[in-house]
C-alpha cells in the first residue's frame, strides 16, 4: 500500500527524499489525525493541606451514565492527566494512602476543552470519604485558544429556526449573520448554511470536525452537510488561536460531539410543523395580504441504550424533512407597449417565457410579482456505537446518510417563473475512533470517509437553437442565463448547470498523549486523501446593462464554454505536531506549539490540466513535477504560543493572550474548470455589443477566454492573535473582555491578466510556438493566484451566567472592523482593476461593524401541579449592523469584465434608508475609465431578529416525559431587508426587493412553529 501511495505522488516531490526514506515518513504518520480533539481533557493537581504535591495518587474517573471508568496516578508533580474523555458526566475519586478519599460529584466534561480539578486529599484513613459537589468551570484558565461551547442543554432546547446545528455558532463571540450573497455562509432554503464568517474570516477557511473526523467537503470547504441536531451532543467553536492539533484550515475549528447511548434507554419521537396559516406575510408579498403558501414538517425518532450493560452502547436516529413552499419572484419585466413592437427574431420568441407586469412600482417601473413553487425533501439516518473493549481500550464508531431533493426556482439569481435548478445528493460520512491507555500514556486513532454524489439541472431543460439563439449550445439542456439591468430581470440557466459531482475523502490519523512532569505534551500528524470527480456542460451567459438593451438584442458581455467540462482530482495532505501545555507555575500556564503542513499539489487523472503560461504565451498541460500545475506548497511550519495566568491564585481571573499561525489547504476548485480549457473545451467570451442570434461567430473571433492558476501558486495563512481577560464576578456569573486580530496572507483571489491596456490585450493572440491552438486570438484570461489579503480588529465583551434558579444567560457585543481585497474564494473576478489589486482594498462583504447577541432559557419557578410546573421560556435576539455595498457601473469594454468598475461620486453619499431608495443615486456619475469611489463605501441594512419558544414538560409516568414547543421565529416581524441594487442607471439601483433570506429562514416574516416529542 505504501509503494503504491509513492508511485502515485513520488514524482511531485522535489525534496530530493529517497523511496525508503519516505516510505519510513509515511508509516510513521499516516494513521495520524491530529486535529481529532472532539474528546476532552481532564486534568490537575493533587495536594496535601500544606500544600505539597502528593505523588503517586490514585485518581479513578467513572462515567454517571455508562459506568465506564478510566484511572491514572498523579506523577512526581502530583499532576493527573485524561486526555481523552467523551463528553460527559463523571464522578471522580482521588485516594493515597494516610489520606481520606476524595469524591467529586457532577464533573461535566466539555468538547474539546480542558478542564482543571485540582484536589486537596485530607489528612486520615483512606477509607473515610470527603464529598463535593461540582461545578461547570466559568473560567478558562488551562487552555491559550478562545473558544465558546454550545453545550447539550443550548443544543436541544434553543428555538432553532430550521434545526440546524450550525445557526447556533451565532451564539460565539467573533461570529456575524451571512451577507445576502454569501457562498457557503447564506443558507440554502430548508437545509441550512454550509458555513459561517467568524473573526474577519471567509467562509471557506473553517475547519469542521465530528468525533475527530473532518466533514469538510474540500471543493469548497464548507461542511458537508449539517447532522440532525437531536444526535448533536454539544459542540465548541474556537475563532482565534486554536492549538496546534488543528490544522487544515486558516479560520476557525468547530468541532462536533455526538451523542451516545448510555446504561439506559432512552429516546424520543417528534414532529415539528409550519403552516402559512399561521404566519405573516413577507414585507415583499405586494400582490397578497397573505403569505405565501408554506408547509414545513420535520419528524423523527432516536433510541439510545445499551447492548452489553456497561460495555457496548447504541445511539440511532432518524429525521425527515417535507416542506412545501411558494417562493416570491419580483421582477422587472418588458412593458406591454415595448412588447407589442417585438413581433419576431430571438427576443419575440423570449418574451413568451416572460410574464406581462402586474405592479407598476413608484418609480413607474413594470415588474412581475408572483411566486414559484420550491420543495425541499430530505432524509437522514445516524448510527453511533460505543465499546468498551476493556480498561484500556475504548471504540467508537458513527455513521451517518443523508438523501436530499430540492427545487430552487430563484437559483443563480433567477427572477422569473419556471427556471432555477433542481438538486438531489446524498452526502455520507463515517468514523471510527480507538482510544488505548498504556501507562501514563493515552493514544488516540482515528479513520473516516466522507462521500458525496450530487447532480444538478436547470429547471428549464430548453435547446437554444429553437430560440434562434447562436450561442454554440444545440441540445435541450438550458438556454444560456440573461441577466438583464444588473439582475432585475433575470432568467435562463443557471449558467453553470448542468453539473455534477463524486467526491471521497479518506482520513486516518493518532495522536499520543503523555505526562511529563510538569508538561503535558501531545505528539501526532495527519493524512487525508480528497478525490474530487467533476462533470459540467454549462449554458453560458449574456449581460444586458438594460431592458431596452435586450428587447434590442444588444448585450454587452457573452461568455459560454464548448464541451464537456470534467475532471477527476486527486490530492493530499499530510501534518504532524507537537504541543506542550506546561504548568510553569501553578497559576501560569504556557502553550508552545508548532505544526507542520504538507499540502500536495493536486493532480489530475488523465492529465486534463490546461494552464495559460504567461512566459510564454502558450497554453500547457501541466503534469508532474517540474510541469505540475503549481509548485509544491511544503514548508509551511505554523508556530502556536500563548499564555494563561490566574494572578490571583483563586481560579476566579484568567488573563490570557497567544499567537498562531494557520495555514489552508487550497480548495479543488481553483483547478477543477483547468479541464475547460482547450484543445478539451472551448472557453469563449466577448465584452462589447452583442446580438444573441449571431454570438458564437463573433465570440470565436474575439477570441478564447480560458481560466488559469498562477504557477507560484502558494497556500494561504493566517496570524491570528488575541489579548483578553475572564473574571468570575459571582458564584454563576462571569465576564470576558478582549482584543482580537488577525492578519490574512496569499488568499485566493482571481484577476483577468489579459484585461486591456489603452485599448490593446497584453495577450492578442495564443503563441505560434504552443503546442495547443498556436495563433488562436485571446480575450479574458481569468487567472487564479494567491494575492489577496485581509485584516481584522475587535474588541469583544461577553457575559455567561451559568444555569443557576431555572435561569441560563449569555450576551456578547462586538465592535470589529473587517478588511480585503476579495472576500470569498469562488466569487470569480471582482476587482476593479487587475492591474492594481490595492485599489480594491477596502471593507469586507460580510464586515458588520457592531453586533449584539443574546440568548437565555429560563424554567418557570412555578411547580405546584403538573398544569402550572413544567414551563420553560427560551430566545436568541441578534442586532448586527449592515454589510457595505459595493456600487459599479455596467461597464465590460474597459476591463472585459462586466459589474466590476465603480463610478466617481460627487460628494457625500446620503443613506436615505427606503426601499425604494436605499442611498442618495444621484451622487454617482459613471466614467470612462475608473471611478474615485473606494470598494464596500456605501453600507446596507442591518440585521435585527429575535427567535422565542415556550415549552411545556409534563411527566406521564415515572419515565416517560411530554414536551409541547410553540417558538416564533423573528417574533416582531422586523423585516431584514436585503442589500440594494448596486449597478448604476439599472431599475433596481438603490432599490431593495426582498428580504435578506428568503421567507422560512432567519428574519424573513414571523412563522410560528408547533413541536412535540415524546421523551423516553
Same mark, same amino acid.
Given at each position: 500500500?505504501?509503494?503504491?501511495?509513492?508511485?502515485?505522488?513520488?514524482?511531485?516531490?522535489?525534496?530530493?527524499?529517497?523511496?525508503?526514506?519516505?516510505?519510513?515518513?509515511?508509516?510513521?504518520?499516516?494513521?495520524?489525525?491530529?486535529?481529532?480533539?472532539?474528546?476532552?481533557?481532564?486534568?490537575?493537581?493533587?495536594?496535601?493541606?500544606?500544600?505539597?504535591?502528593?505523588?503517586?495518587?490514585?485518581?479513578?474517573?467513572?462515567?454517571?451514565?455508562?459506568?465506564?471508568?478510566?484511572?491514572?496516578?498523579?506523577?512526581?508533580?502530583?499532576?493527573?492527566?485524561?486526555?481523552?474523555?467523551?463528553?460527559?458526566?463523571?464522578?471522580?475519586?482521588?485516594?493515597?494512602?494516610?489520606?481520606?478519599?476524595?469524591?467529586?460529584?457532577?464533573?461535566?466534561?466539555?468538547?474539546?476543552?480542558?478542564?482543571?480539578?485540582?484536589?486537596?486529599?485530607?489528612?486520615?484513613?483512606?477509607?473515610?470519604?470527603?464529598?463535593?459537589?461540582?461545578?461547570?468551570?466559568?473560567?478558562?484558565?488551562?487552555?491559550?485558544?478562545?473558544?465558546?461551547?454550545?453545550?447539550?442543554?443550548?443544543?436541544?432546547?434553543?428555538?432553532?429556526?430550521?434545526?440546524?446545528?450550525?445557526?447556533?455558532?451565532?451564539?460565539?463571540?467573533?461570529?456575524?449573520?451571512?451577507?445576502?450573497?454569501?457562498?457557503?455562509?447564506?443558507?440554502?432554503?430548508?437545509?441550512?448554511?454550509?458555513?459561517?464568517?467568524?473573526?474577519?474570516?471567509?467562509?471557506?477557511?473553517?475547519?469542521?470536525?465530528?468525533?475527530?473526523?473532518?466533514?469538510?467537503?474540500?471543493?469548497?470547504?464548507?461542511?458537508?452537510?449539517?447532522?440532525?441536531?437531536?444526535?448533536?451532543?454539544?459542540?465548541?467553536?474556537?475563532?482565534?488561536?486554536?492549538?496546534?492539533?488543528?490544522?487544515?484550515?486558516?479560520?476557525?475549528?468547530?468541532?462536533?460531539?455526538?451523542?451516545?447511548?448510555?446504561?439506559?434507554?432512552?429516546?424520543?419521537?417528534?414532529?415539528?410543523?409550519?403552516?402559512?396559516?399561521?404566519?405573516?406575510?413577507?414585507?415583499?408579498?405586494?400582490?397578497?395580504?397573505?403569505?405565501?403558501?408554506?408547509?414545513?414538517?420535520?419528524?423523527?425518532?432516536?433510541?439510545?441504550?445499551?447492548?452489553?450493560?456497561?460495555?457496548?452502547?447504541?445511539?440511532?436516529?432518524?429525521?425527515?424533512?417535507?416542506?412545501?413552499?411558494?417562493?416570491?419572484?419580483?421582477?422587472?419585466?418588458?412593458?406591454?407597449?415595448?412588447?407589442?413592437?417585438?413581433?419576431?427574431?430571438?427576443?419575440?420568441?423570449?418574451?413568451?417565457?416572460?410574464?406581462?407586469?402586474?405592479?407598476?412600482?413608484?418609480?413607474?417601473?413594470?415588474?412581475?410579482?408572483?411566486?414559484?413553487?420550491?420543495?425541499?425533501?430530505?432524509?437522514?439516518?445516524?448510527?453511533?456505537?460505543?465499546?468498551?473493549?476493556?480498561?484500556?481500550?475504548?471504540?467508537?464508531?458513527?455513521?451517518?446518510?443523508?438523501?436530499?431533493?430540492?427545487?430552487?426556482?430563484?437559483?443563480?439569481?433567477?427572477?422569473?417563473?419556471?427556471?432555477?435548478?433542481?438538486?438531489?445528493?446524498?452526502?455520507?460520512?463515517?468514523?471510527?475512533?480507538?482510544?488505548?491507555?498504556?501507562?501514563?500514556?493515552?493514544?488516540?486513532?482515528?479513520?473516516?470517509?466522507?462521500?458525496?454524489?450530487?447532480?444538478?439541472?436547470?429547471?428549464?431543460?430548453?435547446?437554444?437553437?429553437?430560440?434562434?439563439?447562436?450561442?454554440?449550445?444545440?441540445?435541450?439542456?438550458?438556454?444560456?442565463?440573461?441577466?438583464?439591468?444588473?439582475?432585475?430581470?433575470?432568467?435562463?440557466?443557471?449558467?453553470?448547470?448542468?453539473?455534477?459531482?463524486?467526491?471521497?475523502?479518506?482520513?486516518?490519523?493518532?495522536?499520543?498523549?503523555?505526562?511529563?512532569?510538569?508538561?503535558?505534551?501531545?505528539?501526532?500528524?495527519?493524512?487525508?486523501?480528497?478525490?474530487?470527480?467533476?462533470?459540467?456542460?454549462?449554458?453560458?451567459?449574456?449581460?444586458?446593462?438594460?431592458?431596452?438593451?435586450?428587447?434590442?438584442?444588444?448585450?454587452?458581455?457573452?461568455?459560454?464554454?464548448?464541451?464537456?467540462?470534467?475532471?477527476?482530482?486527486?490530492?493530499?495532505?499530510?501534518?504532524?505536531?507537537?504541543?506542550?501545555?506546561?504548568?510553569?507555575?501553578?497559576?501560569?500556564?504556557?502553550?508552545?506549539?508548532?505544526?507542520?503542513?504538507?499540502?500536495?499539489?493536486?493532480?489530475?487523472?488523465?492529465?486534463?490540466?490546461?494552464?495559460?503560461?504567461?512566459?510564454?504565451?502558450?497554453?500547457?498541460?501541466?503534469?508532474?513535477?517540474?510541469?505540475?500545475?503549481?509548485?509544491?506548497?511544503?514548508?509551511?511550519?505554523?508556530?502556536?504560543?500563548?499564555?494563561?495566568?490566574?494572578?490571583?491564585?483563586?481560579?476566579?481571573?484568567?488573563?490570557?493572550?497567544?499567537?498562531?499561525?494557520?495555514?489552508?489547504?487550497?480548495?479543488?476548485?481553483?483547478?477543477?474548470?483547468?479541464?475547460?480549457?482547450?484543445?478539451?473545451?472551448?472557453?469563449?467570451?466577448?465584452?462589447?455589443?452583442?446580438?444573441?442570434?449571431?454570438?458564437?461567430?463573433?465570440?470565436?473571433?474575439?477570441?478564447?477566454?480560458?481560466?488559469?492558476?498562477?504557477?507560484?501558486?502558494?497556500?494561504?495563512?493566517?496570524?491570528?492573535?488575541?489579548?483578553?481577560?475572564?473574571?468570575?464576578?459571582?458564584?454563576?456569573?462571569?465576564?470576558?473582555?478582549?482584543?482580537?486580530?488577525?492578519?490574512?496572507?496569499?488568499?485566493?483571489?482571481?484577476?483577468?491578466?489579459?484585461?486591456?491596456?489603452?485599448?490593446?490585450?497584453? #495577450?492578442?493572440?495564443?503563441?505560434? +510556438?504552443?503546442?495547443?491552438?498556436? =495563433?488562436?486570438? /485571446? @480575450?479574458? *484570461? &481569468? $487567472?487564479?493566484? %494567491?494575492?489577496?489579503?485581509?485584516?481584522?480588529?475587535?474588541?469583544?465583551?461577553?457575559?455567561?451566567?451559568?444555569?443557576?434558579?431555572?435561569?441560563?444567560?449569555?450576551?456578547?457585543?462586538?465592535?470589529?472592523?473587517?478588511?480585503?481585497?476579495?472576500?470569498?474564494?469562488?466569487?470569480?473576478?471582482?476587482?476593479?482593476?487587475?492591474?492594481?489589486?490595492?485599489?480594491?482594498?477596502?471593507?469586507?462583504?460580510?464586515?458588520?461593524?457592531?453586533?449584539?447577541?443574546?440568548?437565555?432559557? #429560563?424554567?418557570?419557578?412555578?411547580? +405546584?401541579?403538573?398544569?402550572?410546573? =413544567?414551563?420553560? /421560556? @427560551?430566545? *436568541? &435576539? $441578534?442586532?448586527? %449592523?449592515?454589510?457595505?455595498?459595493?456600487?459599479?457601473?455596467?461597464?465590460?469594454?474597459?476591463?472585459?469584465?462586466?459589474?466590476?468598475?465603480?463610478?466617481?461620486?460627487?460628494?457625500?453619499?446620503?443613506?436615505?434608508?427606503?426601499?425604494?431608495?436605499?442611498?442618495?443615486?444621484?451622487?454617482?456619475?459613471?466614467?470612462?475609465?475608473?471611478?474615485?469611489?473606494?470598494?464596500?463605501?456605501?453600507?446596507?441594512?442591518?440585521?435585527?431578529?429575535?427567535?422565542?419558544?415556550?415549552?411545556?414538560?409534563?411527566?406521564?409516568?415515572?419515565?416517560?416525559?411530554?414536551?409541547?414547543?410553540?417558538?416564533?421565529?423573528?417574533?416582531?416581524?422586523?423585516?431584514?431587508?436585503?442589500?440594494?441594487?448596486?449597478?448604476?442607471?439599472?431599475?433596481?439601483?438603490?432599490?431593495?426587493?426582498?428580504?435578506?433570506?428568503?421567507?422560512?429562514?432567519?428574519?424573513?416574516?414571523?412563522?410560528?412553529?408547533?413541536?412535540?416529542?415524546?421523551?423516553?
Amino acid at each position: 500500500m505504501c509503494a503504491g501511495w509513492i508511485r502515485k505522488y513520488t514524482r511531485s516531490i522535489r525534496t530530493g527524499l529517497s523511496l525508503s526514506v519516505l516510505c519510513a515518513l509515511l508509516l510513521g504518520i499516516a494513521v495520524a489525525f491530529c486535529r481529532a480533539e472532539s474528546y476532552s481533557t481532564l486534568m490537575g493537581r493533587v495536594i496535601d493541606p500544606s500544600d505539597r504535591v502528593v505523588p503517586g495518587a490514585e485518581i479513578v474517573v467513572r462515567d454517571s451514565e455508562t459506568l465506564v471508568e478510566h484511572s491514572v496516578t498523579t506523577n512526581s508533580d502530583g499532576i493527573y492527566e485524561i486526555p481523552a474523555l467523551p463528553v460527559g458526566t463523571y464522578r471522580l475519586q482521588a485516594s493515597a494512602v494516610g489520606f481520606r478519599t476524595s469524591i467529586v460529584d457532577g464533573l461535566t466534561t466539555e468538547v474539546a476543552r480542558t478542564l482543571v480539578q485540582n484536589i486537596r486529599l485530607e489528612i486520615g484513613d483512606i477509607s473515610q470519604e470527603v464529598g463535593v459537589k461540582s461545578q461547570t468551570a466559568l473560567i478558562d484558565g488551562a487552555t491559550t485558544s478562545v473558544g465558546y461551547v454550545i453545550d447539550v442543554r443550548t443544543v436541544q432546547e434553543l428555538p432553532l429556526n430550521g434545526r440546524h446545528f450550525l445557526d447556533l455558532a451565532m451564539l460565539a463571540p467573533g461570529s456575524v449573520t451571512s451577507t445576502q450573497n454569501g457562498f457557503n455562509s447564506a443558507p440554502t432554503r430548508g437545509l441550512g448554511a454550509f458555513s459561517i464568517n467568524t473573526a474577519g474570516n471567509r467562509d471557506d477557511t473553517v475547519n469542521y470536525i465530528i468525533n475527530g473526523i473532518t466533514i469538510n467537503d474540500l471543493l469548497f470547504n464548507g461542511i458537508l452537510f449539517q447532522p440532525s441536531i437531536s444526535t448533536v451532543q454539544e459542540f465548541r467553536i474556537d475563532n482565534s488561536t486554536p492549538s496546534a492539533e488543528y490544522g487544515h484550515s486558516s479560520g476557525a475549528v468547530v468541532n462536533v460531539a455526538t451523542r451516545a447511548g448510555t446504561n439506559q434507554f432512552h429516546g424520543e419521537l417528534f414532529e415539528f410543523f409550519r403552516n402559512d396559516a399561521l404566519d405573516t406575510r413577507n414585507f415583499f408579498t405586494l400582490t397578497s395580504s397573505k403569505p405565501q403558501p408554506f408547509k414545513r414538517n420535520q419528524f423523527g425518532a432516536n433510541l439510545g441504550g445499551p447492548i452489553f450493560k456497561s460495555k457496548t452502547f447504541f445511539f440511532l436516529s432518524y429525521e425527515g424533512l417535507r416542506q412545501e413552499q411558494d417562493v416570491d419572484l419580483d421582477s422587472v419585466v418588458p412593458s406591454d407597449a415595448d412588447r407589442g413592437l417585438i413581433t419576431e427574431g430571438v427576443i419575440a420568441k423570449l418574451l413568451q417565457l416572460i410574464p406581462r407586469p402586474n405592479f407598476i412600482d413608484s418609480s413607474g417601473t413594470p415588474r412581475f410579482i408572483g411566486s414559484a413553487r420550491a420543495p425541499v425533501d430530505g432524509d437522514q439516518w445516524s448510527m453511533d456505537i460505543n465499546h468498551a473493549i476493556n480498561q484500556s481500550d475504548q471504540l467508537h464508531g458513527y455513521y451517518n446518510a443523508y438523501l436530499t431533493n430540492t427545487i430552487e426556482p430563484a437559483g443563480r439569481g433567477n427572477t422569473l417563473p419556471g427556471f432555477g435548478y433542481v438538486q438531489k445528493a446524498l452526502r455520507q460520512f463515517f468514523s471510527l475512533n480507538e482510544i488505548h491507555t498504556f501507562g501514563d500514556h493515552i493514544n488516540e486513532v482515528r479513520v473516516g470517509v466522507n462521500r458525496q454524489s450530487s447532480s444538478t439541472e436547470p429547471n428549464a431543460l430548453l435547446n437554444p437553437v429553437n430560440f434562434e439563439i447562436q450561442d454554440g449550445i444545440s441540445q435541450p439542456i438550458g438556454l444560456p442565463q440573461m441577466n438583464i439591468a444588473g439582475g432585475t430581470l433575470n432568467f435562463g440557466g443557471p449558467s453553470p448547470f448542468p453539473s455534477g459531482r463524486g467526491d471521497t475523502t479518506f482520513v486516518a490519523g493518532d495522536t499520543l498523549s503523555c505526562l511529563c512532569g510538569r508538561h503535558s505534551v501531545k505528539f501526532g500528524g495527519e493524512f487525508r486523501q480528497f478525490l474530487n470527480n467533476n462533470y459540467r456542460l454549462g449554458t453560458g451567459a449574456f449581460n444586458f446593462p438594460s431592458v431596452a438593451a435586450f428587447l434590442a438584442d444588444t448585450a454587452n458581455s457573452f461568455s459560454v464554454t464548448l464541451g464537456n467540462q470534467s475532471s477527476s482530482i486527486a490530492q493530499a495532505a499530510i501534518g504532524v505536531f507537537v504541543q506542550d501545555h506546561f504548568n510553569w507555575r501553578r497559576n501560569v500556564t504556557l502553550d508552545l506549539g508548532l505544526r507542520y503542513d504538507w499540502n500536495m499539489t493536486p493532480e489530475e487523472r488523465y492529465n486534463r490540466f490546461i494552464v495559460f503560461d504567461p512566459s510564454s504565451g502558450s497554453l500547457v498541460r501541466a503534469g508532474t513535477g517540474s510541469n505540475a500545475v503549481y509548485h509544491q506548497n511544503n514548508k509551511n511550519f505554523q508556530p502556536r504560543i500563548g499564555f494563561a495566568w490566574d494572578p490571583f491564585k483563586d481560579g476566579k481571573t484568567s488573563v490570557r493572550a497567544a499567537y498562531s499561525l494557520f495555514v489552508d489547504q487550497p480548495i479543488t476548485n481553483v483547478v477543477a474548470g483547468l479541464s475547460a480549457n482547450p484543445p478539451l473545451a472551448t472557453p469563449l467570451t466577448f465584452a462589447g455589443t452583442i446580438q444573441m442570434a449571431s454570438a458564437i461567430g463573433v465570440a470565436r473571433v474575439a477570441g478564447l477566454a480560458p481560466v488559469s492558476i498562477d504557477r507560484g501558486f502558494d497556500n494561504a495563512y493566517l496570524q491570528s492573535w488575541n489579548f483578553n481577560l475572564q473574571r468570575q464576578l459571582f458564584t454563576n456569573l462571569a465576564i470576558m473582555a478582549g482584543y482580537f486580530g488577525s492578519k490574512g496572507t496569499h488568499l485566493i483571489l482571481q484577476r483577468n491578466i489579459n484585461q486591456p491596456v489603452d485599448g490593446e490585450r497584453p #495577450y492578442p493572440d495564443v503563441s505560434e +510556438s504552443s503546442k495547443i491552438l498556436p =495563433g488562436a486570438p /485571446l @480575450g479574458n *484570461i &481569468t $487567472q487564479t493566484e %494567491s494575492t489577496g489579503n485581509s485584516s481584522y480588529n475587535a474588541l469583544c465583551v461577553s457575559v455567561s451566567k451559568r444555569l443557576a434558579r431555572g435561569l441560563e444567560l449569555n450576551a456578547y457585543y462586538t465592535w470589529s472592523k473587517s478588511l480585503d481585497n476579495a472576500s470569498q474564494s469562488s466569487e470569480g473576478i471582482v476587482v476593479q482593476d487587475s492591474y492594481n489589486l490595492h485599489g480594491s482594498w477596502g471593507l469586507s462583504e460580510f464586515d458588520a461593524r457592531n453586533r449584539f447577541v443574546a440568548s437565555a432559557l #429560563y424554567d418557570l419557578p412555578f411547580q +405546584s401541579n403538573r398544569l402550572v410546573g =413544567g414551563w420553560q /421560556l @427560551g430566545f *436568541i &435576539t $441578534q442586532a448586527q %449592523s449592515g454589510n457595505p455595498v459595493n456600487v459599479v457601473t455596467s461597464n465590460s469594454t474597459l476591463t472585459g469584465v462586466v459589474n466590476t468598475v465603480r463610478p466617481d461620486a460627487d460628494g457625500p453619499i446620503p443613506i436615505v434608508g427606503s426601499v425604494n431608495e436605499w442611498f442618495d443615486t444621484a451622487v454617482f456619475t459613471p466614467v470612462a475609465g475608473f471611478g474615485n469611489l473606494g470598494r464596500n463605501v456605501v453600507i446596507g441594512p442591518g440585521f435585527d431578529n429575535t427567535d422565542f419558544s415556550i415549552v411545556k414538560n409534563t411527566e406521564v409516568g415515572e419515565k416517560v416525559r411530554v414536551q409541547f414547543r410553540a417558538e416564533a421565529f423573528d417574533l416582531f416581524n422586523h423585516a431584514n431587508f436585503g442589500q440594494p441594487g448596486n449597478v448604476v442607471g439599472t431599475p433596481g439601483f438603490g432599490r431593495i426587493t426582498s428580504t435578506r433570506f428568503p421567507t422560512g429562514e432567519a428574519g424573513s416574516s414571523r412563522q410560528l412553529q408547533f413541536g412535540v416529542k415524546l421523551i423516553l
